[in-house]
């Protein structure tokens, strides 16, 4: 059929056309949706700091239009934009930022070309947060939410490992859905449930965005299915209520690292049997890359576990962040087990419209594979040929030679483009209707001669160079080199409420008590964005 674009929107076709590309024998899409991939702010650019080996061998020149940049696993900012606008994506959500680094993280975004993007503030273990759903504050909790994500130009809720990182702050960490926090008495599941809740009243146009406890601990897949389930009956009628990110890193069975197997079948039994909640994959894959999470005490375990090298980053009363460069081997039973985890998850959950392609970027893999993992969703004989190379241990308790499904080029879409773009309530992307937003992927790849199942290797390529990226109208990318920078926007929630909106004289004392920043210089303004895109939403009070 035939696609028109008017005014960086696709439009009716009125039989007139400036510019015509003719696509035919091609594959087109809408541009890709990443709903979880930490590209700015801090411990994005403390793990660049850390990290020079990983720019040395990894070098983006020049060119008349575009600037060169440096970055493997962690790229700086201009070389972000470029790769992820050559894969053909046009939508990137930075899931992880701590609230006093807003400010640090809207300039690394202004400075990230090509694409549309977000970022989803810290606020399980902020105090205010932990104090409000204390007290059953839920409202007044709300209200001070729609303010943080106001102040921060924040869009979501982003939940990690509740509870854990306040404790960390005295060296300890939570064990459980039920473990209190010290000196807050309130345990991680009515911080998740009080967010939930508060993200209902909001009305947000994403769930809350979590990172689960015990993340990276074997026997951590029982925790996954207590938060999940502890929200079911909060979920309203045709709306999931919870967004557990990178599952694979919480689909541990076996209880140490000798026993550790996969939870993926019982993890997605649940999730085929419950609506309320969406899940992305966290997919592993075998190289060098970094991990960076304000999952503190986590990052502790993986320094230990590693004696690599370590960064751990203490954001006063609102968060806490670790880095540790990582490399996923084959031969390890562990790390084999992690990528048979991420594709059996994708594989076994039967709607594709609820698991989506992450690699938790750059924790389990840099996002520039998510071709290769695109060939493996959708060729068994692709899995087969990794499953050879694979440590014996992790090949005989991999779940994924009793898994025949292989994702079509549909599944695909809905995996990397449709499927993000609804759960984050992003009406505008994710599809090619009248309306939507004129950001398009065009793959030179003819989806009715080329077999995916066997020809993997071709569904790799071309995935990874896009013929044509076409982002608001304009081609922006053309035989898989930038051709026209653009800036993009940042899309950020403005909550209208009925009640209250602005912190009271008691929020602005504490403060000045708690924070080293004043009230008054927290906010990040809006004309601090480069491109600011306000998403104006009416609260339910
Ligand atoms: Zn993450």
């Known amino acids: 059929m035939d696609i028109s674009i008017s005014g960086g929107k696709i439009v009716e076709n009125d039989g007139r056309a400036e510019e015509v590309i003719n696509a035919s024998g091609m594959l087109v899409m809408p541009g890709g949706v990443d709903i979880h991939s930490h590209i700015a702010g801090s411990e994005v650019n403390a793990g660049r700091l850390l990290r020079p080996e990983d720019h040395v061998r990894d070098v983006e020149v020049k060119t008349e239009i575009t600037r060169s940049g440096v970055g493997y696993s962690i790229p700086s900012t201009f070389t972000t934009g470029y790769r992820y606008s050559r894969m053909g994506y046009t939508t990137v959500m930075n899931p992880s930022m701590a609230p006093l680094e807003a400010r640090h993280t809207h300039e690394e975004l202004n400075d990230i070309p090509m694409i549309d993007k977000a970022t989803y503030p810290l606020l399980g273990d902020w105090w205010f947060v932990l104090e409000y759903l204390r007290e059953g504050s839920i409202e007044e909790c709300a209200a001070h939410v729609a303010w943080m994500l106001k102040a921060t130009r924040g869009y979501a809720i982003k939940i990690v490992n509740p509870g854990g990182p306040e404790c960390w702050g005295f060296g300890r960490n939570v064990k459980s859905l039920d473990d209190p926090v010290p000196h807050f008495n309130i345990t991680p599941r009515e911080i998740i449930r009080g967010l939930c809740k508060v993200n209902s009243l909001l009305d947000l146009p994403h769930t809350i965005h979590v990172h689960t406890n015990n993340l990276g601990k074997p026997g951590n897949y029982s925790t996954a299915l207590e938060t999940m389930s502890c929200v079911e009956d909060l979920s309203e009628e045709g709306r999931p209520a919870i967004h557990i990110t990178h599952c694979q890193f919480c689909a541990f069975k076996g209880s140490n690292w000798r026993t550790m197997r996969s939870g993926a079948e019982e993890i997605a039994r649940y999730?085929?049997?419950?609506?309320?909640?969406?899940?992305?994959?966290?997919?592993?894959?075998?190289?060098?890359?970094?991990?960076?999470?304000?999952?503190?005490?986590?990052?502790?375990?993986?320094?230990?576990?590693?004696?690599?090298?370590?960064?751990?980053?203490?954001?006063?009363?609102?968060?806490?962040?670790?880095?540790?460069?990582?490399?996923?081997?084959?031969?390890?039973?562990?790390?084999?087990?992690?990528?048979?985890?991420?594709?059996?998850?994708?594989?076994?959950?039967?709607?594709?419209?609820?698991?989506?392609?992450?690699?938790?970027?750059?924790?389990g893999a840099p996002f520039t594979k998510y071709p290769q993992v695109i060939s493996w969703l959708m060729s068994r004989l692709a899995r087969k040929r990794t499953l050879k190379r694979i440590s014996k241990i992790a090949r005989r308790r991999s779940l994924l030679p009793s898994i025949d499904r292989e994702y079509d080029l549909y599944d695909i879409t809905t995996a990397t483009r449709s499927g993000p773009a609804k759960a984050l309530g992003l009406g505008r992307k994710g599809h090619l209707g009248l309306g939507a937003d004129a950001d398009i992927t065009i793959y030179s790849l003819n989806p009715e001669k080329v077999d995916p199942s066997k020809e993997y290797n071709t569904i790799r390529k071309a995935f990874s160079q896009a013929t044509y990226t076409i982002k608001d109208g304009e081609i922006v990318v053309k035989d898989g080199e930038i051709v026209k920078p653009t800036q993009g926007r940042t899309f950020w929630v403005d909550t209208k409420l009925s009640s209250q909106t602005e912190p009271t004289k008691e929020l602005r004392r504490k403060f000045s008590e708690y924070w080293t920043v004043d009230y008054e210089n927290y906010p990040v303004s809006e004309d601090y964005l480069a491109e600011s895109a306000a998403i104006y939403i009416e609260a339910r009070i």
């Open 271 to 363: 999730v085929n049997s419950h609506n309320h909640v969406t899940l992305d994959m966290g997919q592993v894959v075998f190289t060098d890359t970094t991990t960076m999470t304000a999952d503190g005490p986590f990052q502790y375990r993986l320094c230990g576990l590693t004696g690599n090298k370590w960064v751990n980053h203490d954001v006063e009363t609102e968060t806490c962040a670790g880095i540790v460069p990582f490399r996923y081997r084959r031969k390890s039973p562990v790390h084999a087990t992690q990528w048979s985890i991420g594709l059996e998850l994708a594989l076994l959950v039967e709607d594709p419209w609820r698991i989506y392609l992450t690699t938790d970027h750059p924790n």
